[in-house]
């Protein structure tokens, strides 16, 4: 409705380029009646693990949205976002407890910070492209989970340092803290989903202008992108450091989701993971992303607390999903499934006329 | 006028391009000759992409190997690749908008130089539509509104014309003549379809074994014996 109004009131005073078609304005009324129902009717529909569960999926779906802008706009592979949503965990929480800067000051400044590390990450894409960056941002993930082992990630106490000498990984721990208007968790998690939303907004303002036709350049051809006159080094920089800034934001919404936030969560190998989930949701599209979050986060929920089953039985799935994706599906579910619905929905048509004939005949 | 002197390009041990001296004056030139005569490696180092052993370049006055390979679209070169290289993802327009963004024209004028561009080649499906749904024909009229859009001053077109039927061939013919009266850049067109660099061309130059072989009026090139010699061997060649 909202996107509707404003289309038309916009109308008269734009020129011709911004002038939105009917399919458009739907699309945009769906997508806001989605975010609506999910900002605002999910949390008295279901309980507290679930809401968790959900704020995972916000998180991780802005996650596999980074890794969506590397491999699917610009065509590099990077298998350390998990990594970098854990640095930006940690920069989040110890900003959290070293300084009293406002909440939404503190998620910039952690976006800041991930987005310099992101960058430093993402320097050997310079000379380097496909299973060699690959493995180098592999390898920044490993390295990643050894340090925050290492350092004892969060080993309480306060200040940037953040060493106790009460010993490592207390649950004394003070919980990290929450904007002050949503300290509660259905608030918080509310928070979350606009945190997201407006992640996703800043995506779709790239991928729709002038950076996103640049990266679609590189990623058809690096020659063909230089003679069109793309800086490409300033390009492909430019994209990590938007997915690292993405990333590190929601690094710093999950420090104040789980409150003490552990070295142990983040594992190598859920990079690994998040690139599988990411692929299977479809990396050429933003919904792609959102189909990579509920994959990664709400599948396991369902498997170990809702239905009992061991979640390394997901990891099997995962890679009979990927198999799938790149024997069949190269633009991953989000591109499928509508494609399949259409398929299904003309199935449907068919027979039912099919039967109409012999129904009257019948009669 | 692009004035090229004593251009040598070596790859560890191939010369591809060896001493080369030829001055393209205006309008449409050809560049001719054999396959590996160093035709496309002409246009990487005009482009940028290869760096020279040793000559020079002057294109207009301004020494073209001293700019970066990027800011050469910025200076007004464009070219097109014997590869496709529009982008399936994006609409016509963003193609061929994308390089207008980069070409340091003005922005308020994109949309207007963009939709002049998709005339000028004669392309008639919407610029909206995904280049990835277009036939081939209808992707090298793309190509080509890529390689004019923007104030272009130097156009290098390589083999546009490549697995187009005839009567398609014409039409392309018909666009790349019309390109440097419309656009007042100066077009080299690399083809083996010698009736349409005959149709294009004033002038030609011919390569052969990274030399120039031929230059002068096309007419005159394409009888010049060494030219026939080079295309279809001699006995002592067989």
């Not at chain 1, 911004?18 to 008295?44: C, D, E, K, N």
């Not at chain 1, 800067?101 to 987005?115: H, N, R, S």
């Not at chain 2, 690749?81 to 207008?100: K, P």
Request: hydrophobic content about 50%; overall charge neutral; glycine content about 10%.
């Amino acid at each position: 409705m909202g996107a509707a109004d404003a289309q038309s009131s916009g109308a008269t005073t734009l020129p011709a380029r911004f002038h939105l078609g009917p399919a458009t304005a739907l699309r945009g009324a769906i997508i806001l009646g989605l975010f609506l129902f999910v900002l605002l009717a999910v949390p008295s529909l279901v309980g507290p693990d679930w809401l968790t569960t959900f704020a995972s999926v916000a998180i991780y779906s802005v996650v596999a949205l980074g890794f969506d802008i590397l491999y699917g706009r610009v065509g590099m592979i990077s298998l350390g976002q998990v990594a970098l949503l854990s640095v930006g965990c940690w920069i989040g929480a110890r900003l959290a407890y070293a300084t009293a800067i406002p909440f939404p000051l503190l998620l910039l400044a952690t976006g800041a910070i991930t987005c310099v590390i992101g960058v430093l990450v993402g320097l050997p894409s310079l000379r380097l492209s496909g299973l060699y960056l690959a493995l180098i941002t592999l390898m920044f993930a490993g390295a990643v989970t050894v340090a925050l082992g290492v350092i004892d990630f969060p080993n309480g106490g306060g200040g940037f340092e953040g060493t106790s000498a009460t010993g490592a990984l207390t649950t004394s721990n003070p919980p990290v803290r929450r904007p002050a208007i949503a300290t509660g968790d259905t608030a918080f998690y509310r928070y979350i989903v606009v945190v997201t939303a407006l992640m996703f907004l800043l995506a779709l303002v790239h991928v729709a202008t002038k950076p996103g036709r640049a990266w679609a350049s590189i990623r058809e051809s690096e020659p063909a992108a230089l003679a069109a006159g793309v800086h490409v080094t300033v390009y492909k920089m430019w994209a990590f450091a938007l997915a690292s800034f993405m990333t590190g934001v929601v690094g710093c919404l999950l420090a104040a989701q789980v409150e003490t936030p552990r070295a142990i969560t983040f594992q190598t190998q859920a990079s690994l993971t998040l690139a599988a989930t990411a692929l299977i949701g479809g990396i050429f599209s933003l919904w792609g992303a959102i189909v990579a979050g509920i994959f990664n986060q709400l599948l396991p929920f369902l498997f170990q607390a809702q239905w009992g089953v061991n979640s390394n039985f997901l990891l099997i799935i995962f890679g009979a999903g990927l198999l799938q994706v790149l024997l069949t599906a190269p633009g991953g579910l989000a591109q499928q499934f509508p494609k399949d619905m259409a398929n299904l929905g003309r199935l449907v048509v068919r027979g039912v006329r099919s039967l109409l004939p012999s129904a009257e005949r019948a009669s | 006028m692009i004035e090229v002197r004593g251009l040598t390009v070596r790859f560890s041990g191939i010369t591809p391009i060896d001493d080369v001296s030829v001055v393209f004056p205006g309008g449409t030139c050809g560049l001719i000759g054999p396959n590996g005569a160093g035709k496309t490696t002409f246009f990487n180092v005009l482009s940028g992409f290869v760096k020279p052993a040793a000559g020079t370049i002057s294109a207009f006055g301004e020494n073209l190997l001293k700019m970066a390979d990027f800011r050469r679209a910025r200076w007004g070169l464009r070219r097109t690749f014997q590869t496709e290289m529009a982008i399936e993802q994006l609409s016509i327009y963003d193609n061929v908008a994308m390089i207008h963004e980069h070409s340091g024209a003005k922005r308020a004028s994109r949309r207007a130089d963009v939709l002049a561009a998709l005339e000028f080649v004669g392309l008639t499906a919407p610029p909206k539509a995904k280049v990835g749904g277009l036939n081939a024909r209808e992707r090298r009229l793309v190509e080509v509104a890529r390689a004019v859009v923007g104030r272009p001053r130097l156009v290098l077109l390589d083999e546009p014309a490549a697995g187009l039927p005839d009567e398609e061939t014409e039409h392309l013919s018909g666009v790349i003549q019309r390109i440097p009266e419309a656009f007042g850049a100066l077009t080299i067109l690399v083809d083996h379809d010698m009736s349409l660099v005959s149709s294009c061309c004033s002038t030609t130059a011919v390569l052969d074994f990274g030399k120039v072989i031929a230059l002068g009026p096309t007419a005159e090139v394409l009888r010049n014996e060494h030219v026939i010699r080079a295309y279809l061997g001699t006995e002592e060649d067989v």
